[in-house]
């Protein structure tokens, strides 16, 4: 098992820009793909980015393409999603989650996750 741990979230103004990082512990870093995936109240947990093991290639949904930058330092253990352009339907408590291997889209495709971090856009 991985550990993962995010950084605290904000409250940022529409247009406005946010990173956030998930620290990794317990494993090989290198030997997990990560994602980020995102929670809005009432809705199911929705994929955003992912990245792979070596940060090669990295895939996000239609509706951050563009504003959203997913990245990895291996050496330091640790992913970022860097939020651009922020709209308030971006609202939501964000998670990063690993697993072995490759990319995965699909919440149910991994089994390590941090504990969400609360980002909330104003309009």
């Known amino acids: 098992q991985v550990q993962l741990v995010e950084s605290v979230g904000g409250l940022v103004q529409a247009g406005g820009s946010l990173r956030l990082s998930c620290a990794a512990s317990g494993r090989t870093f290198s030997n997990y793909a990560m994602g980020w995936f995102r929670q809005a109240p009432g809705k199911e947990r929705e994929f955003v980015a992912a990245?792979?093991?070596?940060?090669?290639?990295?895939y996000y949904t239609d509706s951050v393409k563009g504003r959203f930058t997913i990245s990895r330092d291996n050496a330091k253990n640790t992913v970022y999603l860097q939020m651009n352009s922020l709209k308030p339907e971006d609202t939501a408590v964000y998670y990063c989650?690993?697993?072995?291997?490759?990319?995965?889209?699909?919440?149910?495709?991994?089994?390590?996750w941090g504990q969400g971090t609360q980002v909330t856009v104003s309009s």
């Open positions: 990245i792979t093991r070596s940060g090669a290639s990295t």
């Open positions: 989650a690993a697993r072995p291997y490759g990319l995965g889209v699909n919440p149910n495709e991994y089994n390590n």
